[in-house]
């Protein structure tokens, strides 16, 4: 099959003359995924449908429900994560959002822990749960030193490893709670000079994250005058921190980038992160903090050392797309490119067509041609629309990209799903105003929308571009 010369693209996209072109086959060409609803909650559910895709398959069939406005319970829960293979959704204290509550029913959830006593997730939240007929289980504890305490008596992970972080400043314990969910060593929160809540007896090795200035070297010295193997994760700051803790993790394949400020000034607060353990059991990767806005000199060693796939929590607010260009994750000053939708010939171009405009490019072909992501994301439509027929939507990075395929003979997905790159949605078809069996495949940076004001042309967000858009 020959590839669309950089030549006769640009001829298309500027003249959008109708020839016989084919299109290249679709493979896979992205080296970073992002994971991200339109607040906390929903994406805490994005990640749960990323590393749960098919519901839940241990035996207790549990999920972890902690306040959305309190993360410290969420992170010294990670060692219950690893135990129960449960993933991390968020509430609000007095009212549990309908889209959990839908998840929770697609994960099949037999068991909800939740985090906190009614003065952190209400009674009503706990008897929404149990109407759909969810047992629950409150672990909890008057303080969160001793909520963390809690968790972890009933984890049954190791009984002889704990893991230390700083209770109040909390930052730490990010890049620990993926090392305590791969392994289930159970996390436990300290004050900078002392323990509120004593580690159990058995405990004889434990690994403080983080540098003197959150757990200090008296500490250190005081559980080692114990008998207890003492060792300090920690680098300069919270990002080399990360990274070393990273490193104790051989798993290089995969790395989960969370934003590594708080959104808060008042206190320490990091919404998409919270959630974050789950999914770093469930691919055994690591959790490494980045600069929403600047590329951090020990992240980019790192990355760039091992070339993993990237998986990035939260919008392009949490992590910026010119940050993950500084890590060499998309090309400068272009959008990475989709992948072909669908095998054929490309027979209409985008641009004034007809005495009007067209807003997308079609490929055509006869028989039995299957439709596929051009990227990895969130389905948006999948219906029928006037004028387009058999329509799907995939909303991209964050929702900053959304793509549209039209005149499908049959939708193989639902709104809501998550698709990855290259996977099949549908089939090529001929429904709603058209003379043929083709594709129309549109591109938008942004959502879309019904005056299409933000289409740009495909074909530079496909591979070999000669023109790339910019994304920034």
């Known amino acids: 099959m020959k590839r669309i010369s950089q030549f006769l693209i640009l001829l298309l996209s500027v003249f959008a003359i109708i020839w016989n072109i084919d299109v290249p086959e679709a493979k896979a060409n992205s080296n970073f995924e992002r994971i991200s609803g339109d607040n906390r ?6 990640i749960s449908q990323r590393g749960w895709p098919k519901g839940l398959v241990s035996q207790e069939r549990a999920v972890i429900l902690a306040r959305a406005d309190n993360p410290a319970d ?4 990670a060692s219950l994560v690893g135990v129960k293979d449960a993933p991390i959704l968020l509430t609000y204290p007095n009212k549990i959002d309908t889209a959990t509550l839908n998840e929770l029913s697609r994960l099949k959830a037999a068991k909800v822990y939740i985090l906190g006593g009614t003065g952190a997730i209400s009674a009503g939240v706990e008897n929404a749960i149990r109407n759909k007929g969810i047992a629950t289980q409150r672990v909890k504890g008057s303080t969160r030193y001793d909520t963390a305490a809690a968790i972890n008596s009933i984890t049954g992970a190791s009984s002889t490893k704990a893991i230390l972080v700083n209770g109040d400043t909390i930052v730490d314990a990010l890049p620990a709670s993926s090392y305590s969910a791969i392994n289930k060593i159970p996390i436990y929160l ?3 000079d002392s323990l509120p809540k004593a580690l159990p007896p058995a405990i004889k090795e434990v690994i403080i994250f983080g540098g003197t200035g959150v757990v200090s ?3 250190k010295k005081s559980l080692a005058a114990k008998g207890i193997k003492v060792q300090r994760v920690s680098g300069e700051n919270r990002y080399s921190t990360s990274v070393e803790a990273a490193n104790l993790n ?3 394949e995969n790395v989960i980038f969370v934003r590594g400020t708080s959104t808060n000034q008042t206190y320490p607060e990091y919404p998409d992160a919270v959630a974050s353990s ?3 059991k469930k691919l055994n990767t690591n959790i490494v903090l980045v600069h929403p806005t600047s590329v951090q000199d020990p992240v980019y060693d790192y990355v760039n050392q091992i070339d993993p796939k990237v998986y990035v929590l939260g919008g392009t607010g949490a992590v910026t797309d010119k940050v993950l260009t500084g890590y060499g994750l998309l090309a400068a000053n272009s959008c990475p490119p989709f992948n072909w939708p669908a095998d054929g010939t490309l027979t209409s171009g985008f641009g004034p067509r007809w005495g009007s405009f067209h807003y997308g490019i079609d490929i055509a072909k006869k028989g039995d041609v299957p439709v596929k992501a051009a990227y990895d994301g969130t389905v948006s439509y999948a219906g029928y629309m006037n004028g387009y027929g058999n329509t799907i939507m ?6 900053t990209q959304e793509t549209l395929y039209a005149h499908l003979r049959s939708i193989s997905v639902k709104k809501g799903q998550l698709v990855k790159t290259g996977q099949q949605i549908g089939w090529m078809g001929s429904t709603g105003q058209v003379t043929g069996q083709h594709l129309h495949f549109e591109t938008h940076l942004g959502l879309w929308n019904g005056s299409k004001s933000n289409a740009v042309d495909p074909i530079k967000l496909l591979p070999n571009s000669s023109t790339p858009a910019s994304c920034f």
Do not use: Q
């Open 278 to 280: 789950g999914l770093a």
């Open 190 to 192: 300290a004050k900078k």
């Open 41 to 46: 909650i929903h994406t805490a559910i994005k």
């Open 74 to 77: 969420a992170l010294a829960a």
């Open 250 to 252: 051989n798993n290089t």
């Open 394 to 399: 995939i909303r991209h990075r964050g929702d």
């Open 217 to 219: 070297e008296n500490l």
